[in-house]
């Protein structure tokens, strides 16, 4: 500076020209500073913190600069930071709470903010800004979240007309798992779906189990970003197949039928009972006249044949 006091004039041209094109920048707003941060996406696991770190070049001092990192649009921001303070203010309601600053190395330009307890909708890009002024600089950053679900459940199936299926659910999966079968595995159906509330996915897939050389089979479902598995084994009950089921079902068959005429068979012994009763009421009636009225009547409405019409004492 002192050197352009002495006179500008003397100065070769080359060098105005520079120092020109060093202060255009902070005149129209352009900062002389670039804002960095990590290439790769950032790996976050689903309910642990994740650190979203940006860096100034050259790495002069973020002291008094504004930090800001945001989704979609600068406000409302994840999290704003300037002069040592957090501005809770410009905060989405969904990162309330949520998120601390990181001071990495501020004299080097170097910061980070921390999402605590993170959820699917984490997941996807962010920005950092620094701002100093009217000059700002911002970088592109990702965040990938990954979470590993719950350990899959194996049932069997036994259908009509489609044989017997194994199913295997699950869910909290992020994002989208991949499923394998082991073992017997036929023709088969998988179906994923996402929670409205979560984002997570769950999955439901089933096989077709065949009578065969292979008794247990077993359903892995996995998160290739984390490599991490989860996996059910099962095994199949007593040898099954169509034919074996349709024994079973005709045996089923002949048990109940038995049942119904036992049930049948003492329904009519027991009429049978009551029949013979009456008749031995009205043969004692013939012969012994009304000389016992009193013990006749509690057992008449019962004993009583239909077409007659029951006798009341007077
Ligand atoms: C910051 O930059 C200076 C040179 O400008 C360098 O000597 C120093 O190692 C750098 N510090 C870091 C942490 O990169
Ligand atoms: C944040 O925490 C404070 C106190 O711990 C609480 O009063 C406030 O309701 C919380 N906000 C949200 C959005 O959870
Ligand atoms: C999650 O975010 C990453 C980038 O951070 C993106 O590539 C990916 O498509 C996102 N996943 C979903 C399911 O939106
Ligand atoms: C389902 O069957 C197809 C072929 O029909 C096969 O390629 C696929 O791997 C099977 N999926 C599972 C989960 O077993
Ligand atoms: C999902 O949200 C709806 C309403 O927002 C609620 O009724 C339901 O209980 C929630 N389900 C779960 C699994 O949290």
């Avoid at 770190?53 to 921001?77: D, K, T, V, Y």
């Avoid at 489609?162 to 023709?187: F, H, M, N």
Wanted: hydrophobic share 40%; with cysteine.
């Amino acid at each position: 500076m002192a050197r352009i006091g002495s006179g500008a004039a003397s100065l070769p041209r080359s060098l105005v020209f520079l120092v020109f094109l060093k202060l255009l920048p902070l005149a129209i707003g352009k900062a002389d500073f670039q804002v960095l941060g990590p290439q790769q996406p950032v790996l976050a696991v689903l309910g642990k913190d994740a650190e979203l770190p940006c860096w100034l070049s050259p790495n002069i001092s973020a002291h008094l600069m504004e930090l800001r990192w945001f989704r979609e649009q600068p406000s409302p921001a994840v999290h704003v930071h300037h002069a040592g303070q957090d501005k809770i203010g410009e905060q989405m309601p969904e990162y309330h709470n949520r998120t601390s600053f990181v001071d990495l190395d501020m004299a080097q330009g170097k910061a980070a903010v921390r999402i605590h307890r993170v959820t699917a909708s984490d997941n996807g890009s962010y920005h950092c800004l620094f701002k100093e002024g009217r000059a700002q600089e911002a970088a592109t950053l990702w965040l990938q979240v990954a979470g590993v679900g719950s350990k899959p459940r194996i049932q069997v199936i036994h259908t009509q007309d489609r044989g017997v299926w194994a199913e295997c659910t699950s869910d909290g999966w992020y994002p989208q798992p991949e499923i394998k079968w082991k073992g017997q595995t036929l023709p088969n159906e998988t179906k994923f779906s996402v929670s409205a509330n979560t984002s997570l996915w769950a999955v439901v897939s089933r096989v077709a189990l065949q009578d065969g050389a292979v008794d247990s089979f077993s359903c892995s479902i996995s998160n290739t970003l984390l490599s991490e598995e989860k996996v059910a084994n099962s095994h199949l009950p007593a040898p099954f197949s169509r034919g074996s089921q349709l024994r079973k079902q005709r045996l089923a068959l002949a048990f109940s039928l038995l049942a119904m005429g036992l049930i049948m068979a003492g329904v009519i012994y027991l009429f049978g009972n009551c029949q013979r009763k009456a008749y031995r009421t009205q043969l004692t009636e013939e012969t012994e006249g009304g000389r016992d009225e009193q013990s006749q009547q509690a057992s008449m409405p019962r004993a009583m044949p239909l077409h007659e019409t029951p006798r009341r004492t007077q």
